[in-house]
């Protein structure tokens, strides 16, 4: 029987975002982490540092790659930009929504909100999956028997998750739907290119 390299992959949700004007930030430049969001990136990098890391690659936005900097250090490592490790698109970047409110709820949005399951809003699903997923084997390969992290963003994080365990891909655009809190880990281990199982941790939380 041929051998096979088992892999770790573990997928990073960025930081809190400094953002006191509460601007939907999507993939506009300059967003960087608050000071709790780099707590909770060193966070992230503690729980990482015992690991078996021998590749860092990130998002090419800037709370991405803020975050992956102290996971790099801990292993004396570079961080490399992946472009499909990229936040989603969608029409609302830009716009300001109070706490508590959202896009949802403004009548002049609801005409880009008529097919959820594509999202009418933005990148479909299918295709935030297929670059993740994409990304995701490239780290793999990149780090064959060891393991890699990948620093991304919420609801790419969730859609790759949701691709990698059969699960539909949509779903409601609500944090509380999504399993990927602030500086989350998600971990997926693969025998040569076959996943063979995957865990969530936050530790921030712990």
Known sequence: ?????????????HGEVHN??????????????????????QSAAEWLAGHDVAYVVASPLERAQETAAPIAAT???????????IES???FEGEKVAPGDGALRDPRNWPKLRNPRRPSWGEPYTEVAARMTAALHRARTRAAG???????HQLPVETLRRAMTGRALA???????????LASVTSFTFDGD????????EPWGL
């Open 89 to 91: 698109w969608n029409q």
């Open 146 to 152: 060891h393991e890699a992290v990948c620093v991304s």
């Open 20 to 41: 006191p004007d509460q601007v939907l930030y999507g993939r506009l430049p300059d967003f960087h982490l608050s000071d709790r969001g780099r707590r909770q990136a």
């Open 75 to 85: 292993h004396g490592l570079d961080v490399d930009v992946d472009g499909d490790l």
């Open 1 to 13: 029987m041929a051998e096979t390299t088992r892999t770790t992959v573990h997928v990073v949700r």
């Open 171 to 181: 779903h409601l655009p609500l944090p509380h739907s999504r399993l990927c809190n």
């Open 194 to 201: 076959q996943l063979i199982r995957w865990g969530y941790s």
